[in-house]
């Protein structure tokens, strides 16, 4: 995880449209340097609950992967979940990784046991996955890596060419 910078925080303020929660730091940086996944403390400042450890902040993966959601691929995941066994365990092993993140970034007694993007029974939401995916890097979360695949490479236009 690298240093959020006060230069990430205004590129993450115009890519939420709002400042940023809790942040512990970039967990994913884009090819071209700016911030696109976000470690995100389990407790907000004012004490509230954060299940979001790896927070998606990229507009362009955000776009990709609501496109993704709207294609019915999350339904056909939970599917795939409950008919596969090893699969049901592999994303199980995200989950348990996801909850181990999450306390090394702090306690949230509220949230034990409780990850996020429906894992590990079901998928919730591919956002999570993905960012999960980007920030612990291949080989931890089989769904947020397959959703990943399906985007490709979404950084490379505009982004690498200066916008987004």
């Known amino acids: ?65 609501a496109t993704l959601e709207e294609q019915g691929l999350m339904a056909e995941m939970t599917e795939r979940i409950g008919a596969d066994p090893a699969l049901a365990a592999e994303y199980e092993r995200a989950h348990e990784a996801y909850l181990a993140d999450r306390l090394a970034l702090g306690e949230a007694p509220a949230l034990d046991g409780i990850s996020a993007g429906g894992m590990p029974t079901r998928v919730k939401c591919l956002h999570v996955l993905v960012a999960h995916s980007l920030a612990a890097g291949p080989g931890v979360n089989p769904l947020g890596d ?8 979404f950084w490379e236009r505009p982004c690498l060419g200066g916008a987004a």
């Open 1 to 65: 995880m690298e240093t959020f910078t006060e230069a990430d925080r205004e590129i993450v303020l115009a890519q939420l449209g709002r400042a940023p929660r809790g942040v512990a730091g970039v967990a994913w940086r884009c090819p071209c340097g700016k911030p696109a996944v976000l470690a995100t403390r389990p407790l907000l400042e004012d004490g509230t609950p954060f299940p979001t450890t790896y927070y998606l902040t990229c507009p362009r993966a955000n776009s990709a992967v």
């Open 146 to 153: 397959e959703a990943l695949a399906a985007l490709g490479d």
